[in-house]
């Protein structure tokens, strides 16, 4: 699969989220959703009717990221909104297989989520149940932190358990991606990354998107991973 870029509106313009999609709908793949709700992260965002709002808007899929309590409960309802792809977080999911299911029975990508601490060897019997695995490069709660490299090891471990299932599973990077990180990421194993001040606090967040997309097609061109599929 060639590199997706999947820019997060936590950096955008609150006041005029549509308009900040419109912005990057020529280029990106995704518009990437950080949902918060100062309980499972020390922040809050935005909820399922704004969901709903961009979802009557937005000619780019939406790629909802669910950083909150009780997944279980919530995430199916993104999905059955028009959510395209819809991750919940290990460490929140009391029952991950029955969501991951009710959020593919809607209609929508699976995607399980785990922060910067939490290894992923102990989801490799469950990457059946997915389409994609999301791996935070900084703590989650804040846009615009500092990329952490010591998660890189974990992607290319995570690259590794999907290759040796020879699943479809996306491998998706989210947090402090930019254009001194994205090759390092894709090297690893990434192949969706979720870039926002890199983007949003671009002068032109179009072109961003292309030069983020021509670096990452690059290093994956030349990533052993790569070249062994």
């Known amino acids: 699969m060639a590199p997706q870029i999947s820019p997060s509106i ?20 995704w518009v990437h959703v950080d949902v918060m709700d100062n309980h499972f992260v020390p922040n809050l965002t935005l909820g399922l009717p704004i969901v709903e709002a961009l979802l009557k808007t937005s000619r780019l899929p939406l790629d909802c990221h669910l950083m909150i309590e009780d997944p279980d409960r919530w995430a199916p309802q993104y999905a059955e909104a028009g959510a395209k792809s819809v991750t919940i977080h290990a460490e929140a999911a009391s029952a991950p297989i029955r969501t ?25 019997d469950i990457l059946g149940e997915i389409d994609m695995l999301l791996l935070m490069t900084v703590e989650p709660g804040f846009g615009g932190q500092r990329f952490l490299d010591v998660v ?34 894709a090297e690893a194993g990434a192949d969706v990354f979720v870039a926002g001040s890199s983007v949003y606090g671009a002068d032109d967040p179009a072109e961003a998107i292309r030069a983020l997309r021509a670096q990452a097609e690059k290093a994956t061109a030349a990533a052993p991973w790569s070249a062994a599929r």
């Open 10 to 29: 936590l950096s955008a313009d609150f006041a005029a989220l549509g308009r900040e999609v419109e912005r990057i709908a020529d280029d990106a793949d």
């Open 152 to 185: 890189l090891p974990k992607v290319r471990r995570a690259r590794d358990l999907i290759k040796g299932r020879d699943l479809d599973v996306w491998l998706q990077v989210d947090g402090g991606v930019s254009a001194e990180t994205i090759e390092r990421c």
């Open 100 to 124: 991951l299911r009710a959020i593919r029975s809607a209609g929508a990508r699976a995607g399980l989520g785990v922060n910067p601490a939490t290894p992923v060897d102990g989801f490799e």
